[in-house]
């Protein structure tokens, strides 16, 4: 007789389980197998997880998590992105496709960001547009002077131009920011989620600052990492007209200065590249430079960021950066 398989959110009273099968079946110091607070924060929305798991007679034998936006804004609903996934070494693809066809029912949008290269094909198998995020960086050459760091100086060629520079914050967020600066692209985002994924994260330090003038209007959300004895800056999110991009050289090179930082990268789709490379950026594929990506632990290496997305409805303008999803999340803690 076939064993029923049942898939069902997870709740708090499942989460030993739930640890302990990742310890079990993926790495044993995992930081969802180790840490409720991240678990918590990142995946738990309205009473429950969002991680389904699949069981046989109450044992779990494989999960998926997702990301929603409606977490940090209950009106941003049915948009989301896919997390971890893990399926016990016995079971086959299946129970995998099993979980993902029930998390899909209802989305408008799902995205991922860090998809491991043997499932590439998997998601093109699914309907999801695939592809590597595009990575940039911009340096400071003020303090490019470690050649254990950055390999050269580079010339940052940019058109200046005047503009007003604004740090966000809670207070003057609903003062500050016109909502019309969030329909230039999708995954639509807002005040709210602002608030609450960035400035409320309980991680990281998170940094926004409005660019405006009659030209120009775009939101910059970056951190602040510091590795050995030198910082540098990670753009995580990009907000407003993608055009507008090509004038804001001269504010990257300000924020590198203000923060004493060596240098900023930057991974996204749907920012076209010849806009971030008419406001000075340099394409790390056009280098042999080393812009590592992960720092817990840190890594000396280039990593390449694979990302797909799946809408049922039409979409132009998609936009993915590194905050989506859970790529920018701690790994340690």
């Not at 594929?285 to 797909?308: L, R, S």
Request: net charge positive; proline share 2%; charged share 30%.
């Amino acid at each position: 007789m076939k064993k029923k398989i049942k898939i069902s959110y997870l709740k708090k009273n499942d989460i030993k389980n739930f640890q302990k099968f990742i310890a079990h079946n993926h790495k044993k110091n995992h930081i969802l197998a180790r840490n409720k607070k991240i678990l918590n924060w990142y995946y738990f929305e309205k009473k429950k997880y969002n991680f389904l798991s699949a069981k046989i007679n109450n044992k779990i034998i494989g999960v998926q998590g997702y990301i929603s936006l409606s977490k940090f804004d209950p009106k941003l609903k049915n948009i989301i992105f896919l997390a971890y996934w893990r399926v016990r070494k016995s079971q086959n693809i299946a129970i995998g496709l099993k979980i993902f066809k029930t998390i899909s029912k209802n989305k408008k949008f799902m995205g991922v960001v860090g998809i491991r290269n043997e499932l590439m094909n998997y998601h093109k198998w699914q309907g999801f547009k695939i592809g590597k995020l595009n990575h940039f960086f911009f340096t400071n050459n003020e303090l490019n002077k470690d050649k254990n760091v950055l390999k050269k100086k580079y010339n940052h060629n940019f058109l200046r131009l005047n503009y007003k520079i604004i740090e966000i914050n809670k207070s003057n967020i609903k003062r500050k920011i016109n909502s019309k600066i969030y329909k230039y692209q999708f995954p639509i985002k807002s005040n709210k989620f602002l608030i609450n994924r960035y400035f409320k994260n309980p991680f990281y330090d998170y940094k926004i600052f409005l660019v405006q003038n009659d030209k120009i209007e775009l939101l910059f959300i970056f951190r602040i990492i510091k590795i050995n004895n030198y910082k540098i800056i990670k753009l995580v999110d990009l907000i407003g007209k993608e055009n507008s991009i090509k004038y804001c050289g001269n504010f990257i090179d300000f924020i590198l200065r203000k923060f004493n930082c060596i240098y900023l990268d930057f991974y996204n789709f749907g920012v076209d590249k010849k806009f971030l490379k008419k406001a000075g950026f340099i394409s790390r594929n056009d280098t042999n430079e080393i812009i590592p990506d992960h720092f817990e632990p840190f890594e000396y290496k280039n990593i390449d960021i694979n990302y797909a997305y799946k809408s049922k409805i039409k979409l132009k303008n998609i936009r993915i950066c590194k905050s989506d999803g859970d790529m920018d999340r701690p790994s340690l803690i």
